[in-house]
């Protein structure tokens, strides 16, 4: 069976593209050097559209209301602007709501994009610009330690990152947040309070690494303005072990947060990068390996969520589980030593 990796590595080479959602300008070029919060593309787009069906208004044929209409494709209207007018003794006449572009005329319509906004495009990451991609985006490469998560608050910075975790049970507490840390990537453990988000925001914090954090708080944590990057899961889950060991030994250095969303079509998921110099290129992570006996696995699903384990084997044919449901499944000895029976579904390979 296919198994799906979840990168956790000292030393890997990280290519990531970076693509605009629509259609725009490429800032950066070939082979340039970039650090995270580079712009390397923007565009501008609407965030609200207006269709206004002229024909309607006016009680005209839209072949009518195409020889009225005074706009055309690409025009920039103000608030009021007078688009078309009737005919007769007291014409009616239509007009545009609010400022826009026009960006179609038709059928006895016009559509309007109301609201356009300047989107810009940063890096994600430090690294080499090693593709352009016209109109769209980058592809960039670097080398260092990667750990993967599974949530994302959306935000990108980078910073120095210091280790406020005694253990991987570790939980955040808004005393942590002394001023000494102002400017910090912090490693932090659970996050089980506002007051802990909160806190980190008025010093302020450069971004935040969780184990898990409780459901309650992802709204919150999604209006804060600094990323933040959850490795495990919701609720109170520790660090795995492996992304435990590889970020505690990484305190004092230089990081990036790239907290994007996960999204399983393109690939996403949100990352936390340790540049690290090399004298030649390490290998390119794999992104799907297969489950094998001696591979080491993390778990996906309670009752052992995040829990990192080695297959002991892989059960012929299909394991009937506790619940009833039958599946392909694997021995797993977790790091805690328990031996346990997981679905394959229920686990992927730390690589």
Same mark, same amino acid.
């Given at each position: 069976?296919?198994a799906?990796?979840?990168h956790?590595?000292?030393?890997?080479?990280?290519?990531? @593209?970076r693509?605009?959602p629509?259609?725009?300008?490429?800032?950066?070029?070939?082979?340039?050097?970039?650090?995270?919060?580079? =712009?390397?593309?923007?565009?501008?787009?609407?965030?609200?559209?207006?269709?206004?069906d002229v024909a309607?208004?006016l009680?005209?044929?839209?072949?009518?209301?195409?020889?009225?209409?005074?706009c055309?494709?690409?025009?920039? *209207?103000p608030?009021?602007?007078?688009?078309?007018?009737?005919k007769?003794?007291?014409?009616?006449s239509?007009?545009?709501?609010?400022?826009?572009?026009? =960006?179609?005329?038709?059928?006895?319509?016009?559509l309007?994009?109301?609201?356009?906004?300047?989107?810009?495009?940063?890096?994600g990451?430090?690294?080499? =610009?090693?593709?352009?991609?016209p109109?769209?985006?980058?592809?960039?490469?670097?080398?260092?330690?990667?750990?993967?998560?599974?949530?994302?608050?959306?935000?990108?910075?980078?910073?120095?990152?210091?280790n406020?975790m005694?253990?991987?049970?570790s939980v955040?507490t808004?005393d942590?947040a002394?001023v000494?840390?102002?400017g910090?990537i912090?490693l932090?453990g659970?996050?089980?309070?506002?007051e802990s988000l909160?806190?980190?925001? @008025?010093?302020?914090?450069?971004?935040?690494?969780?184990?898990s954090i409780?459901?309650?708080l992802?709204?919150?944590?999604?209006?804060?303005?600094?990323?933040?990057?959850?490795?495990?899961?919701?609720?109170?889950?520790p660090?795995n072990?492996?992304?435990?060991?590889? *970020?505690?030994?990484?305190?004092k250095? !230089?990081?990036?947060?790239?907290?994007?969303?996960?999204?399983?079509y393109?690939?996403?998921?949100?990352?936390?990068?340790?540049p690290?110099?090399?004298?030649s290129?390490?290998?390119?992570?794999?992104?799907? !390996?297969?489950?094998?006996?001696?591979?080491?696995?993390?778990?996906?699903c309670?009752?052992a969520?995040?829990?990192?384990?080695?297959?002991?084997?892989i059960?012929p044919? *299909?394991?009937?589980?506790?619940?009833g449901?039958?599946?392909?499944?694997?021995e797993?000895?977790?790091?805690?030593?328990?031996? =346990?029976?997981?679905?394959l579904?229920?686990? @992927?390979?730390?690589?």
């Amino acid at each position: 069976m296919i198994a799906p990796v979840h990168h956790v590595t000292g030393l890997t080479t990280i290519v990531r @593209e970076r693509l605009l959602p629509v259609s725009g300008n490429v800032i950066a070029r070939i082979q340039q050097k970039v650090t995270t919060g580079e =712009v390397v593309a923007e565009t501008r787009w609407a965030r609200e559209h207006v269709l206004l069906d002229v024909a309607r208004s006016l009680g005209v044929s839209p072949a009518a209301a195409d020889r009225l209409i005074k706009c055309q494709v690409d025009d920039q *209207l103000p608030a009021s602007a007078e688009i078309a007018v009737g005919k007769g003794l007291f014409p009616r006449s239509v007009r545009a709501p609010r400022e826009g572009r026009v =960006v179609a005329v038709g059928g006895g319509q016009v559509l309007l994009e109301i609201g356009e906004s300047k989107f810009e495009l940063r890096a994600g990451m430090p690294g080499t =610009v090693v593709q352009v991609i016209p109109n769209r985006g980058v592809v960039i490469q670097s080398s260092g330690g990667l750990v993967q998560g599974v949530w994302g608050n959306g935000r990108i910075d980078s910073g120095l990152m210091v280790n406020l975790m005694q253990s991987p049970d570790s939980v955040l507490t808004p005393d942590r947040a002394d001023v000494s840390l102002r400017g910090s990537i912090l490693l932090g453990g659970m996050i089980q309070h506002a007051e802990s988000l909160q806190a980190l925001a @008025e010093l302020p914090a450069r971004g935040l690494i969780a184990s898990s954090i409780v459901p309650p708080l992802l709204a919150k944590a999604r209006e804060m303005r600094y990323p933040i990057v959850v490795t495990d899961g919701f609720g109170s889950v520790p660090m795995n072990s492996a992304a435990y060991k590889l *970020l505690s030994t990484s305190a004092k250095r !230089e990081v990036a947060l790239n907290a994007e969303s996960t999204d399983r079509y393109s690939g996403s998921r949100p990352e936390i990068i340790i540049p690290l110099p090399t004298t030649s290129e390490p290998p390119v992570p794999s992104e799907t !390996e297969s489950f094998a006996p001696g591979s080491q696995v993390r778990m996906r699903c309670a009752p052992a969520t995040g829990r990192i384990g080695s297959i002991l084997s892989i059960k012929p044919g *299909l394991t009937t589980l506790p619940s009833g449901l039958r599946a392909q499944a694997a021995e797993v000895k977790l790091d805690n030593n328990e031996i =346990v029976i997981v679905p394959l579904v229920n686990m @992927e390979v730390v690589g």
